[in-house]
């Protein structure tokens, strides 16, 4: 008996890139923007000449990065613009649908308890990186930078540390509890304008848990505005996400032609050749330290706690990696990874909602590691030798300030000032006079690129969690894709339904 054959869908040509999958396009806008970027930036230095055809050519390249910075930013700026209702709304619904005090605790307690446990690994694996690979040791008696060299690095650097301390929304970068100043707002509305994370968490928490208490007419008001509130937002991050393939292009193009540019005139400094050579080997023990921690303990914490197959973990996050990758922002990329995390994983609203805006803020294991790393090279530019206690000393500062770092570009610059700045006291308490502070102008050449594969480690640990706490909280049926987006639904209507205490 002839069966009647289903038609096969004709596969749509490759050329099409718009009829590609949403991730794919994303990367291919990363690696086109890539390779541009840094084109352009060969093309900038080698067309620097005295020639009034090559200074033309030059102003119209110029205007061109800019125009393309421009539609870089303002995909940027998108995103920014959803963080604060997004953070608030969905933290808020996630901890009223918690059902009081119980549900909020457990949550709250694997949640941090995997944010401590994962930073903590991430410093370690900082630690022992930067202790085999000693990318600061000059191989000779000198040390690689003494007080002259030292003058002359903080000279350049001070113009750079205003920047970095007015870009990372860590007004104080001064000592370790100014980080925490932050986590108590005394006005809710300045903490919204300056996309204070820390502050909108407490806020967010505090309205979820209150809320279930008011009179139940006032309290469903409250939420039924919130969700809308909610959706509301998320409607309008599905229409930026449909422009990121641009904006990350555009970015790419902007930062590596920038940055690129700013390495490659570098070459002229010869007699900074030793310097710049250990600084590679700085950013080999960074981005080792960092493979290990993605490619190794991550999948590992995922397969045993999460018990899910790592790789289709990563596939589903491979949008919210590239757009991390490309904004160095784990607060820009926040939208990014909720959609993913629920729409691709298929973790629940509630728990997604919950441990993704504390993640972003609180769980930065790229950035610990990165500080670490980062301190322990410069102590060793200085020849300086640690004992122990101090090396325990830069793992417990790297740890707490990984905490209180803004999810901003280089804003873990600031929390490398505080750790030197504590090993400045405890050498000093021993008679060592040094000012280690004067080492982070070097860091600052690669830090720009190094920011963006942190970022990537960041938002994915955040992701991990997600998925281990829901596992915890009895979830099940991730990576189900096409009914991914249905479990996350119907869950999200059961927490809104139970929020309202129905
Ligand atoms: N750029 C990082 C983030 O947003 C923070 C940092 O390490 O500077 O996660």
Known sequence: ????????????????????????????????????????A??????????????????????K???????????????????????????????????????????????????????????????????????GNSGGDEPLLNTERVAQLEADFQAERSKVQSSSGTASGSDLL??????????????????????????????????????????????????????LTMLITDAILKTAPIGVGC???????????????????????????????????????LLLHVFVVLPTLLFIFGRVNPIKHYRAMLPAMLTAFSTSSSNATLPVTIECVEQNVGVSRRTASFVLPLGATVNMDGTALYECVAAMFVVQLFGIELSLADQ?????????TSVGVAGVPSASLVAIIIILQSLDKQLASRGVEVSLQGGLALILIFDRVLDMARTVVNIFSDSCATVIVARSMGEEGFYESSTGSEVAATIATESADEARGE
């Open 251 to 289: 970015l790419m193009i902007a930062t590596l032609a920038e940055q690129g540019s700013r390495l490659l005139a570098q070459d002229k400094a010869d007699s900074l050749l030793l310097l710049l050579q250990s600084l590679g080997w700085f950013a080999a023990a960074v981005v080792f330290g």
């Open 42 to 63: 060969r093309l900038s230095v080698v067309l620097q000449g005295p020639d009034w055809r090559d200074s033309t050519i030059t102003a119209i390249a110029d205007y």
């Open 1 to 40: 008996m002839m069966t009647q054959r289903e038609p096969i869908a004709p596969r749509a040509p490759i050329w099409k890139v718009w009829r590609w999958k949403f991730h794919w396009q994303v990367l291919l806008a990363v690696v086109v923007g890539a390779v541009i970027g840094l084109v352009w």
């Open 178 to 231: 100014g980080v925490f100043r932050h986590l108590v707002p005394s006005n809710p509305f300045q903490a919204a304008s300056e996309t204070n994370l820390l502050g909108l968490i407490t806020i967010a928490v505090l309205i979820g848990l209150f809320t279930p208490k008011l009179a139940s007419h006032h309290s469903q008001l409250m939420i039924d505005f919130i969700q809308a509130v909610h959706d």
């Open 392 to 400: 325990f000393l830069v793992v417990m500062v790297a740890l707490l």
């Open 65 to 135: 990065l800019r125009v393309i910075k421009l539609i870089g930013d303002l995909f940027l700026a998108a995103l920014k613009m959803v963080v604060v209702p997004l953070v608030v709304s969905s933290l808020a619904l996630s901890v009223a649908s918690l059902g009081g005090r119980a549900g909020f605790g457990k949550m709250a307690g694997i949640s941090i308890s995997y944010f401590l446990g994962s930073s903590l690994i991430a410093v370690l694996i900082g630690l022992t990186c930067v202790n085999v690979i000693r990318p």
